[in-house]
């Protein structure tokens, strides 16, 4: 038995999901102080996007759940990925419908908004969450605008990134 057999997968899987968010937070804090906060923010936008339509594709592909399907029950998928990626880090609400064509995906707390302000640039931070989920929706088919309406960073009590459904004409 290994040193690290003594640990749970359960424990371990909370390890590497904190270590890799703690590299997130800290490639953005000297980004930013080598080449400016205006870089770091748009690069931080670009690899949000970029790593959730990856982190979903790689999600899907293990869960054996092609495109057509994964737009489908995206709503559902939603609430697994952020399980699995983002628990033990960030404090998610879930998702609330708001109409046919509205849902709407909230977190509490995050270490983005905690980390920025301990570090003390809150104000040159950009909240980047709805990027995240814009690559999730991407990776699935589904045809959304998503956005931002509340923000941590901003002030508010909590994020509140918002799938706004596009209608097929
Ligand atoms: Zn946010």
């Not at 590299?23 to 959730?52: C, P």
């Amino acid at each position: 038995m290994s040193l690290i057999d003594k640990i749970s997968p359960k424990g371990r899987e909370k390890i590497l999901r904190i270590n890799w968010w703690s590299h997130d937070g800290r490639w953005f804090y000297y980004t930013g102080q080598e080449v400016g906060f205006e870089v770091a923010n748009k690069l931080n936008m670009l690899v949000n996007k970029s790593i959730g339509k990856a982190e979903m594709k790689r999600l899907l592909a293990a869960l054996n759940i092609d495109e057509a399907r994964a737009a489908e029950y995206f709503f559902e998928i939603i609430e697994t990925v952020s399980d699995f990626y983002a628990k033990d880090v960030f404090e998610i609400v879930g998702l609330t419908k708001e109409d046919d064509n509205t849902w709407i995906y909230r977190i509490k707390n995050a270490p983005c908004y905690e980390g920025t302000k301990k570090a003390g640039i809150l104000d040159l931070y950009q909240c980047a969450c709805y990027k995240r989920a814009e690559g999730w929706a991407e990776a699935c088919g589904l045809k959304a605008d998503v956005y931002i309406r509340k923000s941590l960073v901003n002030g508010d009590d909590e994020c509140e990134v918002v799938f706004s459904i596009k209608k097929d004409k």
